[in-house]
């Protein structure tokens, strides 16, 4: 997918200007239970597993622009170009490729949870540039204690990428 983003709380102009990257994001699922030969061989096809991470992220995160909740770039769009709030994907702090992999850790979860799948979400990895990526894994990013409350976007099982 595609993106734009800017950091606000970084000292680096290349950053703070509006850029954009291809980024690829990939996953690891474990399952909640344990494989046991018989019948279908799998504890869903991967249709399911898959759907409707990969229409949230085909239909609402490609092309989006990613902001601060506090860019004051959201103002001018709310004032000038309002069809375009559903397009901007908003991070409590800055959206690094870090706190993007936690929301896709988060939403991904959410889907899961929602579809019944008996999955957990193990790994997210955003290649931002062909040098930098992020990985989280649950050693590294704890759901829980993230910091975003039950409400916000990232946990709910929607099409959404912001709370405007």
């Known amino acids: 997918y595609a993106m734009a983003h800017r950091l606000l709380s970084v000292a680096s102009p290349k950053c ?11 996953v690891r699922l474990a399952s909640a239970v344990r494989f046991r030969f018989g019948g279908a061989n799998m504890e869903a096809p ?13 239909a609402h995160v490609d092309h989006a622009f990613q902001l601060n909740a506090a860019d ?5 769009f709310r004032d000038n170009e309002p069809a375009r709030l ?18 896709f850790w988060l939403k991904l979860d959410a889907f899961l949870a929602a579809d019944g799948l008996p999955f957990t979400v193990e790994q997210v990895r955003v290649q931002e540039t062909p040098t930098n990526a992020v990985v989280l894994t ?16 990232p946990r709910r099982p929607d099409w959404s990428i912001n709370d405007l």
């Open 138 to 153: 649950r050693e590294t990013f704890d759901p829980a204690g993230c910091g975003l409350p039950d409400s916000a976007w």
């Open 86 to 103: 559903p397009h901007l994907m908003v991070f409590d702090g800055d959206p690094t490729t870090e706190a993007l992999a936690a929301a």
């Open 72 to 76: 004051p770039l959201i103002g001018f």
């Open 16 to 26: 703070v200007t509006p850029h954009g990257h291809n980024e690829t994001v990939t």
């Open 46 to 58: 991967f249709e399911a597993a898959k759907g409707r991470w990969k229409e949230w992220i085909d």
